[in-house]
Structures are given as structure tokens and as C-alpha cells.
């Protein structure tokens, strides 16, 4: 009997949470997936599930068990697949970023580098939402901001310009604001951030922004800004179409914030893969290009 035997049954059905469902993923049966974990809590003489007839739950001792066999599996696994790949991306690199970047940019940037590839599959998964990369089994995020996770290493990609705006019928009834304090006396469009950044020179200003309208989608709210409910705060590429024809007009110049960066954040060690390795150059090279290319509308 091996040592490993039983680990890749017991953290199927942690993950899952039931031993029918760990039993499918595994390609197993119940009955086997049962017997292995069984067999397992015996050799490490310990119970580690709780076990009713409804769920299955981690016992505390599980729960520390499966941290660290979690660990081990991921380092094996990417241990073969370093080896098996021989510097030729293959399998599935599963991929998060948020909607609006994902579906304009990422998603077709990924798109061709799975066709330069026959042996690689790419699933990208659109969502505002930050995962936990490795607990949710992540190669790759798209994010910007900052990147505080000391498990996780970033690589910056690219990085996209935040302009304030607002619509030229909007501004002929409430007036220009001078400063961002006067900001406080505007209706603001509130998107995904809440907090809107500024600089004046060597000071970074923050403003809390509120108004009467709030979405999470970056092109509702730049719709309601040229209706004229407001000023916004958006990146480029959501703004520049619009200002190019003169739907909206740019405020507070003077006081521009800082050019936000775009990383590409994975788990250490999936670095040393080639789908990822490789994704994230593809990705140096094209995503900045892709975002400051001139829109078509």
C-alpha cells in the first residue's frame, strides 16, 4: 500500500463536499471513493469528516490535513506537467478577470494563444468577483490595483488612465467643478469603486463618491453619464469613444490620478508551467496595445 493511497479521494470529496459528487469528479465509484477514505482514516488514526446524511464536513483535523495535502497534490501535479510539457502549454489554464477587460481584451488575446496551441484548453471565467486562486484552482488573474496576497506573484501587463467626465448637458445645469472637494456638491454615477482617486501634484486625494444612480457595469454607467445623470470616473477605454465625438467632456485634468496597473497575478510555483508562463508574455505584449488601440465607434 502506498502511502498516497486515499489522498486524491479524500480531498476530492473535501473540495466537493459530498462522496457521490467527489466520486464523479475522480471517475470513481462511491464505493470505492468510500473504502479509500476510510482506509486512510484508519492508517492516520483520526476522523476527518464529519459524516451525517445530509453533508460532509471537514473535521478540524481534517481541515488541517487537507491544507497540507492540498499543497503536496498541487506541487505533484505541476511537478508532472513541468515535465510531461517540455516547454509546449497543454491542458486547461483556467483563467479570472473582471467582465468589461475580460470580454474587450483578455478574452481574445487568450483566444488566439489557444489556437497557436492544440494541446492547450482555456477557460476564463468573467466575473468583478476576487478568488482565492489556489483554493479555487486557478491558473491566472487579470487584476489591477494592488496585489497584497503574499502568495500570489504579479507580474504588471499592462495599465489603463482613470478619467473623470461628464455630459455637456449635465454640465450646462449644474456647473463645472472646480476642485475635486467640489465634487461633494455633484451627483456622481458610483460604478464597481466607490472611492475615486486624484492628484495634485505630490498629494494624492481620495472622494468618497455618491449620487442618486449606482451600477457595477462599467457601460451602464458611462450611458448614464452621457444621459446626464452625473459625473463618473471610468477608465479609458470605456471613456474615450465618447469624448471623441463630444458626448462627454473630461474634468479635473489638473488633477489626473496616477495610470492604474494591470497585473497578472498567479499562485508560486505555476509560474515555472508553461500555459502560464507563456500566457502571461503574450499578455505583456499584446494587452497594452489591445487597450490604446483607437475604437471603432
Excluded at 71 to 100: F, N
Excluded at 250 to 275: G, M, N, S, T
Aim: proline letters at 4%; aromatic letters at 6%; glycine letters at 8%.
Amino acid at each position: 500500500m502506498s502511502k498516497w493511497d486515499g489522498i486524491d479521494e479524500f480531498l476530492s470529496v473535501a473540495v466537493t463536499g459530498s462522496f457521490t459528487k467527489g466520486a464523479r469528479a475522480l471517475g470513481m465509484s462511491t464505493t470505492h471513493v468510500s473504502r479509500a477514505i476510510m482506509a486512510l482514516e484508519r492508517r492516520v488514526e483520526a476522523q476527518l469528516f464529519h459524516r451525517t446524511t445530509r453533508n460532509v464536513r471537514l473535521t478540524d483535523t481534517g481541515q488541517a490535513f487537507f491544507e497540507r495535502c492540498e499543497r503536496i497534490a498541487q506541487e505533484r501535479d505541476e511537478a508532472i506537467a513541468l515535465i510531461c510539457e517540455r516547454g509546449e502549454p497543454q491542458g486547461e489554464l483556467r483563467v479570472t478577470c473582471s467582465t468589461a477587460m475580460g470580454e474587450r481584451f483578455v478574452a481574445p488575446i487568450l483566444r488566439r494563444f489557444a489556437g497557436q496551441h492544440p494541446r492547450l484548453s482555456v477557460s476564463i471565467d468573467l466575473s468583478n468577483r476576487v478568488v482565492d486562486l489556489a483554493s479555487e484552482g486557478y491558473d491566472l488573474a487579470i487584476r489591477t490595483g494592488t496585489v497584497a496576497d503574499p502568495r500570489l506573484i504579479a507580474t504588471r501587463v499592462a495599465s489603463r488612465t482613470l478619467y473623470t467626465c461628464a455630459a455637456p448637458s449635465y454640465l450646462s445645469s449644474a456647473g463645472r467643478p472646480d476642485g475635486v472637494e467640489a465634487l461633494a456638491d455633484h451627483d456622481c454615477i458610483v460604478g464597481t469603486a466607490t472611492t475615486w482617486h486624484f492628484r495634485h501634484g505630490n498629494r494624492e486625494i481620495v472622494h468618497q463618491a455618491k449620487g442618486r444612480f449606482r451600477c457595477n457595469s462599467g457601460h451602464a454607467v458611462i450611458e448614464a453619464c452621457v444621459a446626464g445623470f452625473g459625473v463618473c470616473q471610468l477608465p479609458d477605454f470605456y471613456i474615450l469613444p465618447y469624448l471623441k465625438h463630444g458626448m462627454v467632456e473630461l474634468l479635473l485634468e489638473d488633477a489626473q490620478p496616477d495610470d492604474e496597473p494591470i497585473w497578472a497575478v498567479y499562485p508560486q510555483r505555476r509560474h515555472l508551467l508553461p500555459k502560464v508562463a507563456q500566457a502571461v508574455e503574450l499578455l505583456q505584449r499584446e494587452l497594452g496595445r489591445a487597450m490604446n488601440r483607437p475604437s471603432a465607434s
